[in-house]
C-alpha cells in the first residue's frame, strides 16, 4: 500500500500563495494523482488531478489560479496555489486512484 503525506498549508491572507507538496512512499510515475478538498459543512471535491503522461485538469473554481505538477524522481506531486480566497479554506487531501490511497491532509486557511 502506497503511503501519502501532503504538507505546505498554512493561514495565508486573501489574494496570497501557497505550494501543497504530497510524497508517495512509492513510485508513482505512471500514475494518476489528484488533489481534493473539503471545505466545512461540506463535500469533499475534486480540486485539480494529472495523468501519468502529465495532462491536467481543474475545478472551474480553481482554473487559472491553482497549477498542479509532478515530480517523478521525488515521487511528490505538487499544488501551487495562487490569488487565494477566504472560499479555498478547506482541508486538502492527496488522492491515489489506482491504489485508493489518500492522505492525512493538509490545512489551507485564507484570512485576514
Known amino acids: 500500500q502506497v503511503q501519502l503525506v501532503e504538507s505546505g498549508g498554512g493561514l495565508v491572507q486573501p489574494g496570497g500563495s501557497l505550494r501543497l507538496s504530497c510524497v508517495a512512499s512509492?513510485?508513482?510515475?505512471?500514475?494518476?494523482v489528484a488533489w481534493y478538498r473539503q471545505a466545512p459543512g461540506k463535500q469533499r471535491e475534486l480540486a485539480a488531478s494529472?495523468?501519468?503522461?502529465?495532462?491536467?485538469t481543474y475545478a472551474d473554481s480553481v482554473k487559472g489560479r491553482f497549477g498542479i505538477s509532478r515530480d517523478n524522481v521525488k515521487n511528490t506531486v505538487y499544488l501551487r496555489m495562487n490569488s487565494l480566497k477566504a472560499e479555498d479554506t478547506a482541508v486538502y487531501y492527496c488522492?491515489?486512484?489506482?491504489?485508493?490511497?489518500w492522505g492525512q491532509g493538509t490545512q489551507v486557511t485564507v484570512s485576514s
Open positions: 512509492g513510485s508513482i510515475r505512471f500514475l494518476a
Open positions: 488522492n491515489l486512484p489506482s491504489w485508493g490511497a
Open positions: 494529472i495523468t501519468g503522461e502529465s495532462i491536467t
